[in-house]
């Protein structure tokens, strides 16, 4: 890389060695909206609907942008994201930002919007439906280097991207593959017979859940203790109900049955708990965590009650069979089981490690290719 950003410097001091001009976007590109269309309105065909994100929402049969086009979301969850598409595509909940000046490249454009893409998320506007307006990044302004030089920092730019992608499809590839593997070792550790002694997690633990205390949210003073629901942390608070180590297991919501997260899940330190979740308290780690990885590999519907509003009530929770091995029999489960859970999950240890690293490596040289000295004014 160091030689290409060489390359870069050596062709900026022989074209712009004073620096470059630097204009609003709006001077020298085309703000246009999309036009929205929900799914009913679609016509099924093959030209990708842009309303946000990375993939099409659906496909339409006639397109209203052809060619190179830059697509920023305007509204909803993904407002502000910023992508480029070089077929045609329809537009919708969405505008295009297009050069209309010979001195710059469509692609340039793009990556120079995709560098301040966290800037573009941060100006959303809007209560419940966030907006992002063109008017907005109008006001942006971007560098004018040379057209030599705009094209050689794409070309870098899509040598780097198309080496991240095949990168990233490598590691998270293998990512899956060690999660199939820890999800292998996991249910062979966690299948028991007639070796293994049952019981009830009322025999095992104590049941916390007379101490938990709701608290709206225009209640609460916030603070630096964390405040939990079914699925995790909800908010801060400036007090705390517990302090220890925990295990919360979802008492009800979708997530009982959706499984979109674990429903049981460890908390450590000074904490403030809901009455969302189930709260337990172990006499040893290895029991604690043998039962949060067992509850969240077998199926719980049985015991999950309600309709609309799914629940798993104390009284089924106490129903739910757990094997309980012998502890030092737990002892070597946990062990092999947290050495493959810090493989696969842990952001800073292994594979996830390394496919973070690659994306800042790459956000970091972007950066370095668009960043100009802007040219000083005569006089």
Known sequence: MAKTLSKIEKLIAALCPNGVEVKELGEVCQFKRGSTITKEGVTEGDV????????????HNISNRNGETIAVSSSGAYAGFVSFWTIPVFLSDSFSVNPISQLLMPKYVFYFLKNLQTEIHASKKGGGVPHVHGSDLEKIKIPLPPFAVQKEIVKILNSFTE?????????????????????????ELLTF???VEWKTLDQISINLDSKRKPVTKSSRTAGAFPYYGASGIVDYVDDYIFDGDYLLVSEDGANLLARSTPIAFSISGKTWVNNHAHILQFEKYETRRLVEIYLNSIDLRSYISGGAQPKLNQANLNKIPIPVPPFLKQERIIAILDKFDALVNDISVGL?????????QYEYYREKLLTFKKVEANG
């Open 193 to 195: 017979g007639d070796d």
């Open 163 to 187: 080496l991240e992608a095949e990168l990233e499809a490598e590691l998270e590839a293998e990512l899956e593959a060690r999660k199939k593997q820890y999800e292998y070792y996991r249910d």
């Open 352 to 360: 996830p490690a390394e496919l973070s690293a690659r994306r800042k």
């Open 48 to 59: 990708p609907v842009i309303a946000g994100g990375q993939k099409p929402a659906y496909y």
